[in-house]
């Protein structure tokens, strides 16, 4: 058990330190701001520790508080049950003992997605690898601590406290005993999945069969009051107590458990370096598989006089690519059109006269704009297919070739993003044609200024982070976490004005205004900073 709380610990303290060390790289990669921030902030041990504690403490005060949201949220399921389905008692113990019921019942749902392996933490894998930790005992002991952490703090502080007001006893120890036997059911089957694999498959069924029997059962029958006293009830009890004194019998008694936990380990491991390729290659995928099926377009031909240097390199990766960035846009065109048509014929069918204010289409704008923008794909494939070979040439980093080299993608970038701005332009432009459309001169003039502002925008960001900041390594890999924080930070920021209600035209005309003067300040910015971050990343 020492072992165990060792290992722990270890753990908590790395998470935190790495978590510090995270922050301050971050905000020594700030311009201007991060080189006022020392190295030696790296050394402070001492408070990394503090930190690891108070970071440990908050963690186990969400514990209980999330139990009780999630059994507040269980009783609103009883109280659905009683409105819709069958009459509960109305006294508060009973409704407080289905709603632990309920709780219980999910997380023996969540927690029995489980059958060959152990459920280890992929921290916990990294952490064994870095510092070449004895893997076997660090997992056992994180697996332990975090089921006593689970059940301790967790269940057992609401429980009693549920327990001193309903003056009922069994709402702990029953409460407790379900809680207990779902994190142990975790460590059970895939032990004896491991020995007996058809016995293992057999418990698996019976387990769900039972759920989904216990859920199908008091839903046709409304006897859910029935069962709920059966559970809180000695003998209830005592049927639960036997399953895990079995469950603990047989664990203890498992004789293959290295062999178990290395396999688990193993697997882990396995799906640890997955997780690490797809979040690295997504950054990179579109880019790749247009490599993959590149099909030279032999109708094109670039004249040479018409483009020299890395402009005429520029001329003729977008005409090699030119059918399948087509193909990209015509699916975008083929969205925008199947749900523009489905919008107009909804107007046309329920909106009536007149479709009132239409000036919220301005904040919602933002999002489809985001999503129908071909910049992300098209910075892909111009690293996979010409930056990654010709970044280590110095000519190509200078200031007046990096500028020159912007601006002809950044124009190529914003034609296909003009088409599926302008098809949505149109898809609302023609709400007058079935609707009355208020003040629709001073309306769709402003939604242009829009519409131009944000194909601007669009075009401009994705080219302009991948100049300042250049993430890729030349094996594919990100290693800038501010590339990942920008990349998608624009995803939630687009979401989050779709959530926001903005009227009047103000808000269209401050889209037109920033977008000139960011990409009047980007390109000062380029200029000035791309020939030093302009590079492969090691």
Known sequence: MRDAWRYYWFQAQTDATTGVNGIIYFLRRIPVVGKKIPTKWYRTGALKSLLAILLN?????????????????????????????????????????????VYSLGCLMLRGLIFRYAAINIKTIKLGEYFSLDRVALVRGTL??????????GPFL????LALITRNLWLLLVGLEMAIFSWRWQAFLPRLAWSHRQLGLMALIIYWVSLWGVVAGVMITGQLAAFVSGVFSPL?????????????????????????????????TMALDKVAASRDQQFLAAGKAMQKKLTLDTNTTIKPTSRFGSNYL???????????????????????????????????????QSVG?????????????????????????????????????????????????????FWRIVRYNAVTGGLIFLFIFALQFVSSVPDAVNFYLVLLLEVCGMVLFFSFHDLFIYYLIQPFTDD??????????????????????????FSGYAYAILIGVMTLVYVAIGTAVIYRVAPKTFRIRY
């Open 144 to 153: 332990l601590i975090n089921q006593i952490i689970a059940v301790v703090i």
């Open 476 to 501: 594919m890999s990100v290693v800038s976490p501010l590339y990942r924080f920008l990349y998608w930070g624009m995803y939630w920021v687009a979401w989050v004005f779709t959530q926001v209600q």
């Open 357 to 409: 204010d239409l000036t919220s289409i301005y904040g919602a704008l933002f999002f489809p704009m985001y999503l129908s923008s071909l910049g992300a794909p098209i910075v892909q494939l111009l690293f996979v297919n010409c930056d990654s070979a010709m970044l280590y040439y110095p000519f190509y980093r200078q200031p007046k070739t990096i500028l020159a080299g912007f601006f002809y993608r």
């Open 314 to 352: 520029n001329a003729l990766l977008f005409a090699r690519y030119r059918q399948q960035l087509w193909k990209k846009l015509r699916t975008r065109l083929f969205w925008i059109g199947g749900i523009g048509i489905a919008f107009l014929v909804l107007i046309k069918l329920f909106a009536g």
């Open 57 to 101: 403490f908050m963690m186990l005060l969400t514990k209980p508080v999330i139990t009780l949201l999630m059994m507040g949220l269980a009783f609103l399921v009883g109280n659905a049950y009683n409105d819709f389905i069958h009459p509960l008692p109305t006294d508060f113990t009973s409704r407080i003992m289905v709603a632990v019921v």
């Open 236 to 268: 209830g009890f005592m049927i639960g107590l036997f399953a895990l004194l079995a469950m603990a019998w047989y664990i203890h008694r498992f004789a293959d458990d290295i062999p178990f936990l290395m396999a688990s380990i193993q697997q882990a």
């Open 158 to 161: 609401p429980l009693f406290i």
